[in-house]
């Protein structure tokens, strides 16, 4: 694998007053160019502070993240980075596009002259360059009449529209690295299927390297190369989107497997459906963080906190279950062919 | 008793936008709802299930056409029997967050629509609070307790346990689950067809998640832009849809499956919707449409029964269909 971001032991908390709430716990991954890596988990499980930690988009002191967390992007350390390398780090290098369109377009400025500032800043293109630029990206993502649309405000254009043009602002400079956090999730599944397309079409175009968070398990069967399931702030299982889908491992992925309707189940058979919540982060952990909520709970599972196990290059889950003394259990697959 | 305890006909239901222009959020649909069934509503957002929903209700003035509950026609009802229809038909809404006042506690909430509908001693009405309470999953330790102190899943459940506080015959679920996270939208969904066997319910389940529906629903109706162009069992929809753009939104779904590479191709639709305002005459679906000829640019084709429970409004439906 050719990488280009390296991340280890990140840990990223939020000090409020009714204490400090640890929401990344030690996150460690690796991401090749031009791959798609998807992160997924319920609400709450720190893949979004995990996602703006790698840009240093917190600002201390109300968020810290830790000093002896590792973040290197192209072999270079982001965490010692200065102001300035920071800035053009987040203008050339990596770009997020965010759930909701409208709070991170500037609403009073078309949406040429927002693509347009950043072609100014960080590709030092004069201003008849950029417009010309700006026109090809949005005719890139798609957006009908380009020429005339280059000087729409963000209301003027739907919800899909405006997706869109994030990601063309998002592309502008062609990062090596694109993060999307719940890119789709507002859309409707026609509009969604065609902004996966475009991000698909992107990627192969110019080897964008794409971190992909969602909580559509559909999605990721579609879109992602390699998945890694977060679990209060930690991953617990990691793998190929074969590995994940097909010879999962951790309990907590087999509960998210199997609480999604297949298109082929009986209709109005009970769902699977997890009960409990998952730990309150401000309280340490030094247990699975999964034992309160899982069927498969042993004695030692309350007490230690299980280490990474390898299963294969690409395939790794912390579980007690993957002890050499645990005892066999039934897993999703074996119930699910019942 | 008739068959159906909702029917609607030829239902409008326009918005005057300005003084020229009319936004038809609803346009000439026919709807039936079976006694203790599941009807799903799906189409794309700004398509009118809401607006559907909410007239169906009674919430909004029909511009025109007729809706029966239990065989009486809504718009001539007054006053008791007018009360008793509100009391019968129920609502749960979309979003969690802003569907319940943060300043009430939860027993207030559930009890409001009690005081209305149902003379209650305080004593039996918090034994119901407290019954309603454990019927949707929450504990009688919920009841003095503030929304805004809640999870969305458990404000759910409490705009579930207010729907069901008078004992409604029919519930609008317009959009109940889109704001939870997976593992919570299977136990909303498992709540909601438990109490429709306990309760013999009737649910117009409305949603843009389409696996979900296919659950839930025994029959499913598709609109777009205002119209119903497809409506058959939840089976039939799923598996053999007829009507263009049914298909096209059904192979949009991504399935959360990994069988290779190969699966991953798929036919997509093009375009957007385009607006309801003045929309032009003929197949609304038309300018999206790979099977469009004249004809379809011209008439507006009608909801015909193809098939044996089976309705599509195409001009082409039978030349098409796979
Ligand atoms: N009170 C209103 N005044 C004016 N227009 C309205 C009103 N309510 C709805 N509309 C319009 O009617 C159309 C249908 O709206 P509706 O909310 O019923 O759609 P929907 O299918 O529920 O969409 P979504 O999935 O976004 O909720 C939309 O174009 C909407 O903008
Ligand atoms: N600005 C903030 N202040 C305090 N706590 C926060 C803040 N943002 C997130 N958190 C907490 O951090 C945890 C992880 O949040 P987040 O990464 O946003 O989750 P996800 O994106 O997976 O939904 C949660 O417990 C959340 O409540
Ligand atoms: S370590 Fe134990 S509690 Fe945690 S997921 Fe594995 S079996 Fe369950
Ligand atoms: S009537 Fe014509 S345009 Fe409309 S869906 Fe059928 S074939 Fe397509
Ligand atoms: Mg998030
Ligand atoms: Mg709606």
Same mark, same amino acid.
Request: hydrophobic share 15%.
């Given at each position: 694998m050719d990488r280009i971001l390296n991340v280890e032991n990140l840990q990223v908390s939020f000090h409020t007053y009714a204490g400090e709430v640890r929401a990344v716990r030690g996150v460690s991954f690796e991401l090749g160019r031009g791959e798609t890596l998807a992160f997924v988990g319920e609400s709450g499980c720190g893949k979004t502070a995990t996602a703006k930690a790698i840009m240093r988009l917190w600002k201390p002191p109300f968020v810290e993240i830790k000093s002896d967390s590792v973040v290197e992007y192209n072999g270079e350390d982001v965490m010692k980075m200065d102001k300035k390398r920071l800035q053009s780090l987040r203008g050339n290098d990596i770009s997020m596009i965010f759930q909701d369109p409208m709070t991170s377009l500037n609403p009073t400025m078309t949406v040429g002259k927002q693509i347009m500032e950043g072609l100014q800043l960080h590709r030092g293109l004069n201003k008849a360059q950029a417009r010309e630029e700006a026109i090809n990206m949005l005719r890139m993502v798609k957006i009908p009449v380009p020429e005339k649309n280059v000087?729409?405000?963000?209301?003027?254009?739907?919800g899909g529209m405006r997706q869109r043009v994030m990601i063309a602002m998002a592309l502008a400079c062609q990062p090596s690295i694109l993060i999307a956090d719940e890119p789709t999730t507002a859309l409707d599944v026609t509009i969604q299927a065609q902004v996966l397309d475009l991000l698909q079409e992107l990627k192969t175009q110019l080897n964008t390297a794409i971190i992909l968070v969602t909580h559509d398990l559909g999605v990721i069967a579609n879109f992602a190369d390699r998945v890694q399931v977060m679990y209060a702030g930690q991953v617990v299982e990691r793998g190929t989107t074969k590995e994940i889908f097909n010879e999962a491992k951790h309990p907590y992925t087999w509960a998210l497997l199997n609480s999604v309707p297949a298109l082929a189940t009986e209709n109005k058979q009970e769902l699977y459906a997890l009960k409990g919540t998952p730990p309150d982060l401000i309280l340490p952990l030094n247990h699975c963080p999964f034992a309160a909520r899982c069927e498969y709970c042993m004695g030692i599972c309350r007490e230690q906190m299980p280490e990474e196990t390898t299963l294969s290059g690409t395939h790794k889950v912390s579980c007690w279950l993957e002890h050499p003394n645990a005892p066999k259990v039934e897993s999703f697959y074996d119930r699910r062919k019942k | 008793m008739g068959e159906y305890l909702v029917e609607a006909k030829n239902l409008c239901k326009y918005f005057q936008v300005d003084r020229k222009r009319t936004l038809k959020a609803v346009d000439h649909v026919d709807i039936a709802i079976r006694r203790g069934e599941t009807l799903g509503l799906v189409g794309e957002s700004g398509c009118g299930k809401t607006t559907c929903g909410r007239t169906l209700l009674h919430l909004y003035d029909a511009t025109s056409g007729e809706i029966y509950f239990d065989g009486k026609e809504i718009s001539r009802l007054r006053g008791k029997e007018l009360l008793e229809f509100k009391h019968q038909a129920q609502i749960v809404f979309q979003d969690p967050y802003s569907s319940l006042d943060p300043r009430m506690t939860i027993s207030e909430i559930i009890a409001e629509g009690m005081d209305v509908h149902l003379k209650l001693s305080p004593k039996e009405k918090n034994e119901r609070i407290n019954e309603l309470l454990l019927a949707v999953g929450l504990t009688d330790q919920f009841a003095n307790r503030f929304a805004h102190e809640l999870s969305g899943g458990q404000r759910q459940r409490v705009g579930i346990a207010r729907a069901l506080a008078v004992d409604p015959s029919f519930i609008v679920c317009d959009e109940p689950i889109s704001a939870l996270d997976v593992s919570i939208q299977a136990q909303i969904v498992n709540l909601l067809i438990r109490l429709q066997r306990e309760r013999g319910l009737t649910y117009l389940f409305i949603s843009h998640d389409l696996s979900m529906v296919k659950h839930i629903s025994d029959r499913v109706g598709v609109m777009y832009l205002g119209s119903m162009v497809e409506l058959a069992s939840s089976e039939a929809i799923f598996s053999a849809p007829k009507h263009p753009y049914t298909q096209a939104l059904i192979s949009a779904i991504p399935v959360a =499956?990994? =069988? *290779?590479? $190969?699966?991953?191709?798929k036919e997509r639709l093009e375009g957007e919707v385009p607006s309801p305002i003045d929309p032009p005459p003929g197949c609304r679906f038309a300018p999206r449409c790979r099977y469009a000829t004249d004809i379809c640019h011209k008439e507006m084709p009608k909801l015909e029964?193809? $098939?044996? *429970?089976h309705l599509v409004a195409c001009h082409h439906c039978l030349n098409n269909h796979s």
């Open positions: 000087d729409s405000y963000p209301h003027q254009l739907s | =499956d990994f =069988d *290779g590479e $190969e699966s991953r191709k029964e193809v $098939e044996r *429970g």
